[in-house]
């Protein structure tokens, strides 16, 4: 089975709004022919249960006082069976409308969602938390789910069998239908009484909710770490804690609904017992007949029930208005632009790159990069040292645009970055992020990954010959079908930096980002890399940024970072030649170390 066609051809920002009902209204292009027929359905089914009462009524006051058997006797049966059947019919077809209609909406909501996510800014996933995400695209999705298949459909099924039945009553005995129905405005009222405390617990409740799911998502990454340090406890605690909440607030919303319940249980109850009694005294005295009695005694059952359910529906709807605002917060944040942009993308990236008097923060007022400038031809390359947190990573973030610089001017083969859309750059640019990240698919599968189209088998294999990777995934017994992660092998941190560099050179991008992509791997091994770095560097700019000064002497720009500012810049030759520059200092740093180790191993041969 596909998918309905209709899921595709919507947009969920189209649903934004403060009424939430309208909200709700536009969430369902596409679908409402399809839920309108469920209500239909539904009305010809609650028809026909209506309709058998009135035979009732005639079978009691019109037939079975005749001695003998009434003519009409076969056909009350028949129309017995047919109202029956008619019943049963319509109310699965209406069901299987409704669970359709409820099913795709909430299909197309989580699909839209997860796509909407996954295009929101770099800034925006740096502030917002992981579990509250998952929690808003899964369990709030629900509530409106819930919404679509049970409080909304229910809302449309209680105002037809509440006006088919109140018409009816009408119809037989129309003082006695008034007096009836005097109790739902009183029900309306508490209902709406309620909803508003109802759906401020619920709100809590969520939000504690999306916190816990945080905490536990956060404590499977960090396995590692909270065994590594012994903070079992500590975590239990605090899951406990937040756990302890949840639990209170789960309370108080239950405590919410549970007070509601008995008043309007009270209510109806009064309503029926005094319905009946009253209709009863009617008979006694002759102003009714035993047949109207019959048919009132269940239609009076078919009003009152559905009221006291539209109380419930009321009460439940606040959910899904609670989680309506709590998705829309997510959609109405503004999607990347990928596209948009005026330079010309029908070629390929030279690799002229320039900074211009570049700064860029993240927080406001909290400058990372202070002033950047350089230049670079295409083809040459640039290595970027200095200690740790100093904005090396977040230089090169900018150039696929990650994020956009604050100040400044950067171009590349002369065009202001903010000119070209981001999907083309990031196409153009491959980067090895500092801390890769595998999918937990196959090995080849993740080297693919950023190509886009079928490979072949040999250029997987050339890609992972250059990142020194080909070997030890035959090593593997499945070699390149090996799984990665959680549902298969572990990689070692060289390992999996190796894989993520055979992804980026099968890219073969334009412009080649390496951030510390070789220090989790032995020296000899990172040797072979830099020997097929060499090879595929030609003809492409380069960015490396390391801290061994082994990787970085061959670059033809070296730029020497502190704190967010370049405070020297030359040649492998020229900074050397720089007694007392901070490059020289750590040369003459590691160098030392190395006279050592030598040494030491010297001394023990
Ligand atoms: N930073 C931030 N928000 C981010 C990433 C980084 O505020 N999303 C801050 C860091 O706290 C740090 C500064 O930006 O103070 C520079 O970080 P980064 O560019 O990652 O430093 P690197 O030079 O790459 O450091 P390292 O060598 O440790 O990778
Ligand atoms: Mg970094």
Known sequence: M???????????????TKRRLVGFWRMMTGFRGLYAWAVVALGVSAAANTASFLVVRYFVDEALPNREMHPSIPLIALAFVVLAAGQGVFSYLSGRAASKTSESLALRLRNTMFDHIQRLSFTYHDKMQTGELISRSTSDVDAIRRFFSEQAIGIGRIIILFSIN???????????????????????????????????????????????????QENLSGVRV???????????????????????????????HALFWPFTDIICFFQIIGGYFLAATMVMNGELTLGTYLAYVSLLGWIINPMRNLGRLIVQMSTGMVSYNRVMDVIRQEQEALTTGSAPTNRDLRGDVAFEDVSFEYEKDNPVLKDISFAVKAGQSVALLGS????????VSLLPRFYDYTYGKITIDGIELRDYPRHYLRKQIGIVEQEPFLFSRSIRENIAYGVGREVSDDEVYAAARAAAAHDFILTFPEGYNTLVGERGVTLSGGQKQRVALARTFLKNPHILILDDATSSVDSETEDMIRQALLRLMKGRTTFIIAHRIQTVMHADLILVFDKGEIVQRGTHRELLAHEGGIYRRIYDLQSRIEEEVEKEIASVL
Do not use: C
């Not at 109790?183 to 009484?193: A, R």
């Not at 740790?388 to 230089?395: A, P, Q, R, V």
């Open 2 to 16: 596909t998918p309905p066609a209709q899921i595709y051809k919507y947009d969920l920002r189209d649903s934004i």
């Open 166 to 216: 109140l018409g009816a009553l009408l119809a037989l005995h129309a003082p006695l239908a008034l007096i009836s129905v005097v109790v739902v405005p009183v029900i309306v009222v508490i209902s709406l009484f309620f909803f508003k405390r109802v759906s401020d617990r619920y709100e809590l409740l969520q939000e504690q909710e999306a916190k816990l799911s945080t905490t536990l």
């Open 226 to 256: 909270v065994k590594a340090f012994a903070r079992q406890d500590y975590e239990r605690n605090k899951f406990e804690k937040d756990n302890w909440e949840q639990y209170n607030r789960g309370r108080n919303f239950m405590l919410m």
């Open 388 to 395: 740790t947190g100093s904005g090396k990573t977040s230089m």
